[in-house]
T-cell receptor, first 109, second 113 residues
């Protein structure tokens, strides 16, 4: 079955720092890839997605590129804000998602 | 996109009792799922709620403990039966159609005392 490995957290950054959260996957075929974000006390929200190799998903300054050759979908943001503090989950496939373990991001002023 | 309403949003329950969580989607969807998120952990899929037939459970989850209903394409319930403190968790409903991303409810935060 599918599996996802995410960079372990927690990650603590200062405001305006560069963010990378690594995500690699194993899957049969060519799955769609997602990043979800969970703000404190809330459910999951889709942050961005990519459906085929070399696609770049982007939203709210976050980006991730579907790299088939390295089976990766790393999340990046050039300048994080305090409001980006949340838990980030990488996932594969439509519908019945397989999630990574989640990465807690804390951004300090 | 689909909007998912889950209730209750939180509850504190006595051990040995049962709680039913409701999930309502604002449009018809093909697939509905129930996940559990234990404190500080990732999401674990409990089961796929199948419309008109028995739910499909993942390894480690059984129907007697987590009975699920899905009477139509917009609604599902999850019951946590005979609860113990180990069942304290966030339970999340999710919905998706073929070739669309999954949408999530706000979750139900359950504490068993």
């Amino acid at each position: 079955g599918d599996s996802v490995t995410q960079m372990e957290g927690p990650v603590t950054l200062s405001e305006e720092a560069f963010l990378t959260i690594n995500c690699t996957y194993t899957a049969t075929g060519y799955p769609s890839l997602f990043w979800y974000v969970q703000y404190p006390g809330e459910g999951l929200q889709l942050l961005l997605k990519a459906t085929k190799a070399d696609d770049k998903g982007s939203n709210k300054g976050f980006e991730a590129t579907y790299r088939k050759e390295t089976t990766s979908f790393h999340l990046e943001k050039g300048s994080v804000q305090v409001s980006d503090s949340a838990v980030y989950f990488c996932g594969t496939s439509y519908g019945k998602l397989t999630f990574g373990q989640g990465t807690i991001l804390t951004v300090h002023p | 996109s689909a909007v998912i309403s889950q209730k209750p949003s939180r509850d504190i329950c006595q051990r040995g009792t049962s709680l039913t969580i409701q999930c309502q989607v604002d449009s018809q969807v093909t697939m509905m799922f129930w996940y559990r998120q234990q404190p500080g952990q990732s999401l674990t899929l409990i089961a796929t709620a199948n419309q008109g037939s028995e739910a499909t459970y993942e390894s480690g989850f059984v129907i007697d403990k987590f009975p699920i209903s899905r009477p139509n394409l917009t609604f599902s319930t999850l019951t946590v039966s005979n609860m113990s403190p180990e069942d304290s968790s966030i339970y999340l409903c999710s919905a998706a159609d073929t070739n669309t991303e999954a949408f999530f409810g706000q979750g139900t935060r359950l504490t068993v005392v």
